[in-house]
């Protein structure tokens, strides 16, 4: 199985900067896609940020133009840059490795352990 080990988690002050990193133990990590999600307490799990093994992006409506997500393959690692961090991004992130099959399925699909991240006011 893959092993993800996610770090970079804590609390911080609201306006300041956090950087969180996954790290994937297999090779599978350059065809594969990656995400970053978030769950607060008593909310739905939401899918925060994405990147396509091409590189290609996608993020929340609510962190665009304060959070990126990167990838290196070299490394195995995809991170997740934010800025500008407001007390509604508190909650648990949790790193998400898949690769999709036939039909849009996923062939595969890989979780971390989960980093909380705390903004205060």
């Known amino acids: 199985q893959v092993q993800l080990v996610e770090s970079g988690g804590g609390l911080v002050q609201a306006g300041g900067s956090l950087r969180l990193s996954c790290a994937a133990s297999?090779?599978?990590?350059?065809?594969?896609?990656m995400g970053w999600y978030r769950q607060a307490p008593g909310k739905q799990r939401e899918l925060v940020a994405a990147?396509?093994?091409?590189?290609?992006?996608n993020y929340l409506d609510s962190v665009k133009g304060r959070f990126t997500i990167s990838r290196d393959n070299a490394k195995n690692t995809v991170y997740l840059q934010m800025n500008s961090l407001k007390h509604e991004d508190t909650g648990g992130y949790y790193c998400n490795l898949w690769r999709l099959g036939q039909s849009a399925r996923r062939v595969y699909d890989y979780w971390g352990q989960g980093t909380q991240v705390t903004v205060t006011s």
């Open positions: 990147i396509s093994s091409f590189g290609n992006t």
């Open positions: 297999r090779s599978i990590f350059s065809i594969s896609d």
